[in-house]
């Protein structure tokens, strides 16, 4: 069964970072690109960044290029996000999601998907 755990959220000050982490079951890092999503209340879920399985290209949203990097260690089938300098605008509960076709930049690109973790950037 294919599933998707994140972790690593919690309440962090503004500047502050942390880590994410992603762990996958049921199926491959070599097969499906692993893209992070946010929602934050009363907004969309909105494509933060992905990897691809094809190339190991990156791809990030403007608003967090610079500042958050992913990666992933394919021993431990887990995908992270590194998050630094963080804003409250970056508050949201984010998402971990797999991709059969590789990282797209709407959530209907994604088969599989975790419960998500609540990061908020807070003094």
């Known amino acids: 069964q294919e599933q998707l755990v994140e972790s690593g959220g919690g309440l962090v000050q503004p500047g502050g970072s942390l880590t994410l982490s992603c762990a996958v079951s049921?199926?491959?890092?070599?097969?499906?690109?692993i893209g992070w999503f946010r929602q934050a209340p009363g907004k969309e879920r909105e494509a933060v960044s992905c990897?691809?399985?094809?190339?190991?290209?990156?791809t990030y949203i403007v608003s967090v290029k610079g500042r958050f990097s992913i990666s992933r260690d394919k021993a431990k089938s887990t995908v992270y996000l590194q998050m630094n300098s963080l804003k409250p605008e970056d508050t949201a509960v984010y998402y971990c999601?797999?991709?059969?076709?590789?990282?797209?930049?709407?959530?209907?690109?994604?088969?599989?998907w975790g419960q998500g973790t609540q990061v908020t950037v807070s003094s």
């Open positions: 990897r691809s399985t094809s190339d190991d290209s990156t």
């Open positions: 999601a797999a991709a059969g076709l590789g990282c797209s930049g709407t959530y209907l690109g994604y088969e599989y």
């Open positions: 049921g199926f491959s890092l070599d097969y499906y690109a």
